[in-house]
């Protein structure tokens, strides 16, 4: 079992930053890839960006040059940097342990609100 803990998330303006984080219970980077996904009011959840065991990243188009995934191995923690932030951004953004291949959630964490309002 692995438990997922984010924070970061808030209140900012359009074009500011934030960085979520998510902390996971054990060490995993080395047997599952991580992800980003992010769900807004009254639409489905989508995938923002992953990362895999190997350091490779993938990021959705709506996010592409404004949003960088990391990780720290020695804290367990995955990041999620997000800069030029739009209205459109603004969602409930959850991290999520996922297989080696293929898109197989594993293990969600409980989400953290973004808001990105005037």
């Known amino acids: 079992q692995v438990q997922l803990v984010e924070s970061g998330g808030g209140s900012v303006q359009p074009g500011g930053s934030l960085r979520l984080a998510c902390a996971a219970s054990?060490?995993?980077?080395?047997?599952?890839?991580m992800g980003w996904y992010r769900q807004a009011a009254g639409k489905e959840r989508e995938l923002v960006a992953t990362?895999?065991?190997?350091?490779?990243?993938y990021y959705a188009e709506s996010v592409k040059g404004r949003s960088t995934i990391s990780r720290d191995n020695a804290k367990n923690t995955v990041y999620l940097q997000m800069n030029s932030l739009k209205p459109e951004d603004t969602a409930v953004y959850y991290c999520?342990?996922?297989?080696?291949?293929?898109?197989?959630?594993?293990?969600w964490g409980q989400g953290t609100q973004v808001t990105v309002s005037s």
């Open positions: 999520a342990v996922r297989l080696p291949y293929g898109n197989t959630i594993v293990y």
């Open positions: 054990r060490s995993i980077f080395s047997t599952y890839g």
């Open positions: 990362i895999t065991i190997g350091g490779s990243t």
